[in-house]
């Protein structure tokens, strides 16, 4: 089984030079679809933005303000955003109402951040993955600061995978690790779905753990300062 373990301030886990490039891909891949530059390129300006003359991907939903300058200098949010026409970028950045006009409002003044905030943490994943440690150099590692990112970057990555592979209801999380357990068949677009269901559950395994451990170590902090003595700043 693949888990992250708490060790000296950071998780580790150990995953194999494979699974960490495949892992690190998709993570690239979905950064690509909220608007990123590929992270095998220089870090993009402005957090995650792309560059001046930048196209954003087809149907990523990139807000107007990001596509052409605006040559009264408003502010980013005085720009309407388009909502997403991948159902997949649309499940990473859904409506906030279901009233339209609030819907279009909270996309407005959130999105912008939002993806920011979203790829930042993806880049992060991708950093730990391509970038392993250890005697063997199979050890990724993430520091306590950088877990909470990381998981939500998991959860971003699970959310594409599930609408790619038609993953809606718990029952049909169950059908696809009953799926996994299968061969298979011989045609290439069902070996193509069989591997990333495999992804899927890999992250699914990876994200459970990296969870667990979090609050194992939150739980340990805890009993520790109620040992030491009740909560900071309480009166002697």
């Known amino acids: 089984m693949r888990r992250f373990v708490a060790r000296q301030g950071e998780y580790v886990v150990r995953l194999g030079s494979d699974e960490r490039e495949v892992l690190a891909t998709v993570a690239s891949d979905v950064a690509r679809m909220l608007g990123a530059a590929p992270f095998d390129a220089a870090p993009e300006p402005a ?25 009264h200098g408003a502010w980013p949010w005085s720009q309407a955003v388009d909502p997403p026409e991948d159902p997949a970028v ?11 006009e609030q819907a ?35 050890a990724v590692a993430v520091t306590e600061a ?17 609408e790619r ?5 718990d029952d049909d999380g169950d059908r696809l690790y009953a799926e996994l357990a299968q061969d298979p068949a011989e045609d290439r677009a069902a070996q193509v779905r069989h591997a990333f269901v495999g992804v899927y559950a890999v992250l699914s395994e990876l994200q459970e753990s990296l969870v667990g451990a979090m609050l194992t170590a939150a739980r340990a902090r805890g009993t ?3 040992r030491g003595g009740g909560t900071p700043g309480a009166a002697g």
């Open 47 to 71: 957090a995650g933005r792309a560059g001046a003359g930048d196209e954003p991907p087809a149907g990523s939903g990139r807000p107007t303000s990001e596509r052409a300058a605006d040559p």
């Open 90 to 100: 649309r499940r990473l950045l859904p409506d906030g109402s279901l009233d339209p």
């Open 104 to 138: 279009a409002e909270f996309r407005r003044f959130t999105e912008g951040d939002l993806r920011e905030r979203k790829i930042a943490g993806l880049r992060t994943w991708w950093a730990a993955l391509t970038t392993p440690g250890g005697r063997q150099g199979d």
């Open 146 to 162: 950088e877990a909470p990112a990381v998981a939500a970057a998991m959860t971003d990555v699970r959310l594409v995978l599930a």
């Open 165 to 169: 592979l038609g993953v809606r209801t």
């Open 224 to 226: 520790s300062h109620r």
